[in-house]
């Protein structure tokens, strides 16, 4: 990893939420870029990928991806589906063309070694999506605007910073609530057979280290058939919802299914600062 005048290396690697949180956690220079556009590339290729990993996350700045998705891998399948994604701040100026993209990935995955010459795509789509990355640090929500109507209700703007405030103060009691083994950790989650696996993913290893340490783990959304069975062989429960964020339904189920002190991760896109700060007022221990 490069950045501000400064190469470094290391055998862990880690998320985080947005670019500028990054810079910050490595104490480097950034500007805070406050929109920004995602391109998400699907391939169907003649035959899978080789490769024994369901995800590749790729550092490279010389290469536009971030990363790369093999839903085959994760179910265990011979599925030729393979799925990028990068993102960039709206203010650069970048070809949304689809076929530049197409022949741009391609090249790098065949130089990252990730594709080999001899590989077809069979299927290709594109897409872009414009996001706002504005992180949610202890500070976040008095740097954003809330608006005065929310969700499922009036969210007042002074509880919602109150909420936050709280949070501040969970740290310590959080370490204790960790030792206790009843303590179930709550997923919101959403995931298709070809779209929200890698938050899926992401979501299920936390719940399985959970589970390793003897403590129950519940995953909240609508999921297909064959992901229902996976929660089913790792011993982890499952409560469907009704609905989807922002239909009001998914607030409502949530916070129902999810009793008061519990903690919640909340992993998802569509899930924006108004849903999570509806949910950190009625449920502070929430991420």
């Not at 700045?61 to 589906?81: K, M, Q, T």
């Amino acid at each position: 990893m490069q950045g501000g005048g400064r190469r470094l290396k290391g055998q862990r690697y880690f998320w985080a939420g947005s670019w500028p949180e990054l810079c910050r956690l490595l104490k480097l220079p950034c500007q805070n870029p406050s929109t920004d556009r995602i391109a998400l590339g699907s391939f169907r290729l003649d035959r899978p990928a080789r490769t024994e990993y369901h995800e590749i996350l790729v550092g490279n700045p010389a290469h536009p991806i971030n990363r790369v998705y093999f839903p085959g891998a994760f179910r265990g399948s011979e599925d030729a589906l393979m799925q990028i994604e990068f993102s960039f701040p709206v203010a650069e100026e970048r070809s949304l063309d689809p076929d530049h993209w197409r022949d741009t990935w391609l090249d790098s995955l065949r130089a990252l070694g990730i594709l080999e010459a001899a590989h077809r795509v069979e299927v290709y789509d594109f897409k872009t999506r414009t996001l706002h990355f504005n992180g949610y640090g202890a500070d976040s929500l008095r740097q954003q605007h809330l608006p005065r109507r929310a969700v499922d209700g009036e969210l007042e703007l002074e509880r919602a910073h109150s909420a936050r405030r709280r949070l501040r103060h969970v740290g310590a009691d959080a370490r204790d609530l960790m030792v206790a083994p009843s303590e179930r950790l709550y997923f919101r989650v959403d995931a298709s057979p070809h779209t929200g696996l890698g938050h899926f993913t992401r979501c299920l290893a936390l719940a399985q280290h959970w589970r390793d340490i003897g403590r129950p783990a519940t995953f909240l959304g609508r999921y297909a058939e064959e992901l229902e069975e996976r929660l089913a062989r790792e011993g982890i429960s499952h409560t469907p919802l009704p609905a989807s964020h922002p239909d009001k339904r998914d607030l409502r189920t949530t916070l129902a299914a999810v009793p008061s002190g519990a903690f919640v991760v909340v992993d998802g896109y569509h899930f924006d600062y108004a849903y999570q700060a509806a949910l950190a007022i009625e449920r502070p221990a929430s991420a």
